[in-house]
């Protein structure tokens, strides 16, 4: 039996994905013109992170893994600076916003980079689990944990960099405005770093007081998508689809990158789970009650009866905070409006003939005094 015929695109619909071509184009030309293109941002910030204590490693696991990196308009990247991206049946990616500044666009390269390296350790580059229910309290736990050693390791390469004469790095880091790097900040002010101290018990110190003051805004993202998959399944039987529907979380190795890294030798032999143990422990009491909650409905899924489904489904809601409202999606003239708007707004002709100063390469820096 032939497979059904695909019904054409009518032409008011061709014309509106050329539309919609034309507008990305546009926007994209306009950021390369304004921020320099994108080829060449990309190969700037990758000479950075060759020079960086640690780049050239982390470069190569991601060779290794086939991982492309990439630089594209803020706009493509809908607010985000950087973004792992891990598909199923190709490679995976790495997303840089060309905003135009080289040293930030390298530190969320390696922050990008740390996550590529954290999926190698544990031998697991395809999609992830972040914010899906199934062993919800744990995974929540443990995707922030992912968080803090990225912000980690970012903060003492940036340290270790300014030792070796190029503080331009932490420089950048402490210009973020974001409640991680806050907290980096505040955490610095107090406990300056040393070079010749205990590595191990700054970096320890440092994760716990990212996981505690600086994530807060992960955590909260999480808990959306949550509250996605309870207002989505309507009824015990389209939860439990949605329950089998995700994939189980991995299973990490016992030489796991984050358990090498903050377990001090005065805990012993301890696990991941109870390393997630103790962190989930720290978490606001409300919080950790709910994410019991949701382990429980998810686990009793498949003998879940309508009534205890709904119950359990009102009280879990209440406790999450709401999904983002999606915007009304805009037409694709309306979208080629905007992109022309922009345009005409933010660009200054006369600056896209004044000559600028070549950008310095970073293998020819010459050290601080």
């Known amino acids: 039996m032939s497979a059904p015929k695909k019904k054409k695109p009518s032409f008011g619909e061709r014309l509106d994905t050329r539309i919609e071509k034309l507008s990305d184009a546009f926007d994209d030309m306009r950021v390369q013109l304004k921020n320099g293109r994108h080829k060449k941002r990309l190969k700037r910030i990758l000479s950075h992170i060759e020079t960086m204590p640690g780049g050239a490693k982390m470069l190569e696991t991601a060779r290794k893994n086939g991982v492309a990196i990439q630089v594209l308009r803020p706009q493509a990247m809908k607010g985000a600076a950087g973004k792992l991206t891990r598909y199923s049946k190709s490679p995976s990616t790495v997303s840089i916003a060309n905003n135009g500044d080289d040293v930030q666009m390298a530190l969320t390269l ?71 790097f806050n907290a980096i900040k505040g955490f610095l002010e107090k406990n300056p770093y040393d070079p010749k101290g205990d590595e191990g018990a700054f ?33 015990a039987k389209s939860f439990h689809g949605s329950v089998k ?40 009491e409300e919080l950790q009650k709910t994410l019991e909650l949701i382990d429980m409905t998810v686990n009793a899924a498949p003998r879940l009866d309508e009534e205890l489904y709904q119950k359990s489904r009102k009280f879990i809601l209440s406790r999450l905070p709401k999904p983002d409202e999606k915007e009304e999606e ?15 707004r933010k660009l200054n002709p006369a600056n896209l003939w004044r000559k600028k100063a070549p950008p310095q390469d970073p293998k020819n820096r010459k050290p601080a005094p």
């Open 330 to 344: 805009k037409t694709p003239r309306q979208k080629l409006a905007d992109a022309f708007n922009r345009a005409v």
């Open 110 to 180: 390696w922050h990008e980079l740390r996550h590529v390296q954290q999926m190698h350790d544990w031998g697991r580059l395809d999609p992830g689990n972040t914010g899906r229910i199934k062993d919800t309290k744990r995974m929540h736990v443990l995707s922030m944990m992912i968080e803090a050693d990225a912000y980690t390791s970012q903060t003492l390469m940036a340290l270790k960099a300014k030792e070796q004469g190029q503080g331009e790095y932490l420089d950048a880091l402490m210009r973020r405005r974001t409640r991680a």
């Open 245 to 284: 529907r995700v994939r189980e979380p991995p299973a990490f190795k016992p030489s796991n990158l984050i358990l090498q890294v903050y377990r001090s030798d005065a805990l012993g032999e301890i696990s991941l789970d109870d390393l997630v143990l103790k962190h989930f422990q720290a978490q606001p």
């Open 203 to 235: 970096s320890r110190a440092l994760f716990a007081e990212v996981m505690k003051k600086g994530l807060s805004g992960y955590s909260v993202s999480y808990q959306k998508n949550y509250a996605q998959v309870f207002n989505a399944a309507a009824s």
